[in-house]
């Protein structure tokens, strides 16, 4: 039992050999009208997809205006991508801590990171538990910052009763759909957005910085087209775009199985003597993405061995995730050990335990089962 995976079934396969069978398995309508679905699935105006959640992250960095000499604030709990978009572009990612009890960028630590170089913060909403972005936005109000959300934990997810990605209270919002997220495309991302200027950034951005119909110079016919940006061949194929129409019609029935599945987790758990769980934040319903458990202090020194144990009992958990400034070459860069010390700690305490809408009742049952087996035995 792996801690996430894909959900495919009949109606994806079929959406996905009709294209095959199509004129176009690339570069094709079937993109604009995921595109357009995904927007209004969220609250948005624009979305632009991307050929993963990392070109997503670059593409709205990139649109945004984050260039050389900037600082962007986000957090060390998430994967490498978010911090590695602003290198990219030759800016400079600045983290601060996050909170003990969800693995979220703590907004109060935020204002000590602000400086004057400070273009951008980027909230990460961990295992799909909504950052409290009001709170964020005020700050970045006050400051002339902007907000991009990395929401690629997040699709499905409400923040005061409304859907993560429709950028209400940022810049833009970025999704993956990698498999284990909450919907597929193989691989891929996206942007959102309700900001034109960005929306076209983002559209050459993905096709090497090309635009067919937006010239600055003068055409020479109908076979013209301009490069404007140095861009990338960050493109999505309509055999993408046609699984990914297809998912988007069972997210709620994703979010639904997720949220089951967490309730009875949480209710398993409770005050359990070997480990704490993670609740949803206020104001906010979780997209459960994942299910982190954290070890309490008298376990977390025998990490290494629970995890070990648990792969053993066929319990395909993971961790997520290693602070990003304390891979080699973040430290290559100037980081150190200790700037964070709430994220190296979390670090030290979460195992991501099975989390996905396959997972039946019954593996559900022997993954609670198998757990608290390994814990009595230590």
Not at 146 to 162: K, P, Q
Not at 169 to 179: D, G, L, T, V
Not at 319 to 342: A, M, N, Q
Request: overall charge negative; aromatic content about 12%.
């Amino acid at each position: 039992m792996p801690y996430g995976k894909q959900f495919i079934d009949e109606e994806d396969i079929q959406n996905v050999t009709n294209i095959l069978e199509s004129e176009f398995i690339t570069q094709g309508p079937k993109i604009e009208e995921f595109e357009k679905k995904i927007a209004e699935y969220c609250g948005s105006k624009f979305a632009v997809t991307f050929n993963s959640g990392t070109s997503a992250l670059h593409g709205a960095y990139f649109a945004f205006g984050l260039e050389k000499n900037d600082e962007l604030i986000t957090s060390p709990n998430t994967f490498a991508a978010t911090s590695n978009a602003a290198l990219y572009l030759n800016a400079t990612p600045v983290f601060a801590d996050v909170e003990e009890k969800t693995g979220n960028l703590d907004i109060s630590k935020v204002k000590q990171k602000i400086t004057s170089k400070t273009k951008l913060i980027v909230p990460v909403h961990y295992a799909g538990n909504p950052v409290n972005i009001k709170e964020l936005y005020e700050i970045a109000q006050d400051h002339n910052i902007g907000i991009i959300e990395d929401a690629a934990h997040a699709l499905g997810a409400r923040y005061r009763g409304e859907k993560i990605g429709n950028s209400k209270y940022s810049e833009m919002s970025i999704f993956s759909f990698h498999p284990v997220k909450h919907i597929t495309t193989g691989e891929g991302g996206a942007v959102l957005t309700n900001n034109r200027d960005y929306y076209e950034k983002l559209i050459m951005f993905r096709s090497h910085g090309i635009t067919k119909d937006q010239f600055i110079n003068e055409s020479d016919g109908d076979w013209y087209y301009e490069m404007q940006y140095l861009g990338h061949n960050y493109r999505i194929t309509d055999i993408q775009a046609a699984l990914g129409l297809s998912q988007l019609n069972k997210i709620e029935m994703f979010i639904k199985k997720r949220r089951k599945i967490a309730s009875e987790y949480n209710t398993s758990f409770d005050n359990n003597p070997y480990f704490d769980t993670i609740c949803e934040t206020p104001h906010s319903e979780s997209a459960y993405h994942l299910y982190p458990i954290l070890l309490k202090d008298q376990y977390k020194s025998r990490k290494k061995e629970i995890f070990n144990k648990l792969r053993e009992k066929d319990i395909g958990v993971q961790v997520h995730y290693i602070p990003v400034y304390l891979h080699p070459y973040y430290e290559k860069l100037g980081y150190k050990r200790g700037i964070c010390p709430l994220a190296e700690d979390f670090y030290k305490k979460e195992i991501s335990i099975p989390m996905y809408p396959a997972l039946s009742p019954e593996d559900q049952e022997e993954v609670i089962s198998r757990i608290f087996s390994i814990f009595k035995k230590l």
